[in-house]
């Protein structure tokens, strides 16, 4: 089967599986009940990432995998803003979203991408989002895990990244 004839059936497969679970939203009481409605909107952001990255698998093409996974983690944040109502974590939660491209470009390599993508700069992002959500999320009073101690962070980063300066190049 070529690429062509599997995107089609690929396409074909999401329509019918979207419009079946649509119906069965619409129809079946219990089916509605099992999502509620004002906190169902990030499921559909997370429903076209999983599209992305079904249709990147079978038509041979993972490089929308890094697409893909930035949906889903957003959809993710927004599924938790949505459901506690903590909307001002916003102001640390953006710095995530890097890593989610990180980790897709990541995916996206495992899976025989053959585009620039590498295993290094996906954990490169990776890293520097984490180290941006630490700080951010410290600043604005979402981790209070660290304490008054959270400019350590800042400290290991730059020391890292001097280290990694200093001993290998390239």
Not at 14 to 34: E, Q, T
Not at 68 to 93: E, K
């Amino acid at each position: 089967m070529n690429s062509e004839s599997r995107s089609r059936l690929t396409m074909g497969l999401i329509l019918i599986g979207m419009g079946v679970l649509i119906l069965a939203y619409r129809l079946v009481p219990d089916f509605k009940s099992l999502i509620q409605e004002n906190f169902a909107w990030p499921l559909f952001i997370a429903a076209f990432g999983v599209l992305l990255f079904f249709i990147g698998i079978t038509t041979g093409n993972p490089d929308l995998t890094a697409p893909a996974v930035f949906f889903m983690g957003l959809s993710g944040i927004l599924y938790w803003q949505n459901s506690t109502g903590n909307w001002g974590s916003w102001g640390y939660t953006w710095t995530l979203l890097p890593g989610f491209i990180g980790l897709g470009q990541v995916i996206a390599k495992l899976l025989g991408s053959h585009e620039t993508y590498k295993i290094e700069n996906g954990l490169k992002a990776i890293f520097t989002s984490v180290v941006l959500f630490l700080i951010f999320s410290s600043l604005f009073g979402g981790l209070t895990i660290l304490g008054p101690y959270w400019p350590v962070v800042i400290i290991l980063a730059g020391v890292l990244i001097l280290a990694r300066s200093l001993i290998w190049k390239k």
